[in-house]
């Protein structure tokens, strides 16, 4: 048997821009309803609603668009990211980066499991390219674009702030390269051509 309540829930966890504006009392709740049923094909309106009406009363969604309003936001143009191979002998050459750098804000050094990114500017990107064997160079992208937001130190409590940022620019239908979330700093990569639009989508709500 179908545990509507949690069908709603997941459903509302999973679009938190919805869960926020049900909390402004904007959204019609039975047009809601219907959208839910419609997605998740249940037939029973009316515990539908019920369970809506439950959730918008007892728990606050995720509180991405407020802690936006709160934040700074700096837009990047003309980066580059290099992807190396993860290797002992690459770290000792991003530390020896690090410290001869007389431009360290420039650059972004950001460990994955897949290898080791740099995150850099066009002017740069030649120069670091030298250090590196061209076997321990994964790939080379240039013509990006990044966002930089520096959010209030309530990200940390903020559920679905990520989730809230990326969702806006899907539905703009434009791609993230690359996303680094750490400690109250939010960098996305994106393409030159998309970073525009992007940065008007985010501050857009900045503003309201």
């Known amino acids: 048997m179908v545990n509507i309540a ?4 997941v459903y509302l966890r999973k679009n938190p821009d919805i869960g926020e504006k049900l ?3 904007i959204i ?5 309803a219907r959208l839910i049923m419609e997605h998740e094909s249940l037939d029973d309106f009316d515990a539908v609603l019920a369970a809506i009406k439950r959730c918008k009363n007892n728990r606050p969604f995720a509180s991405g668009s407020d802690t936006l309003n709160d934040s700074n936001l700096e837009m990047v143009s003309d980066m580059a990211m290099i992807i190396l191979k993860r290797s002992y002998s690459n770290i000792k050459i ?3 980066i690090i410290n001869n750098t007389k431009k360290i804000n420039s650059i972004r050094f950001v460990d994955t499991t897949g290898g080791f990114s740099i995150i850099t500017d066009k002017i740069l990107v030649d120069k670091i390219l030298t250090f590196f064997p061209e076997d321990q160079i994964l790939k080379v992208q240039r013509n990006l674009g990044g966002l930089i937001i520096v959010s209030p130190e309530k990200i940390e409590r903020a559920k679905g702030y990520v989730n809230y940022i990326t969702m806006l620019l899907y539905r703009a239908d434009i791609n993230i390269v690359h996303l680094i979330s750490v400690y109250n700093d939010t960098t996305i990569i994106l393409e030159n051509k998309d970073l525009t639009d992007a940065f008007k989508i985010i501050s857009s709500k900045i503003m309201e």
Do not use: F
Request: proline content about 0%; overall charge neutral; charged content about 15%.
């Open 94 to 96: 991003i530390s020896n």
């Open 28 to 32: 019609n709740l039975s047009a809601l």
């Open 6 to 9: 949690e069908v709603v829930r």
């Open 23 to 25: 909390n402004t009392g």
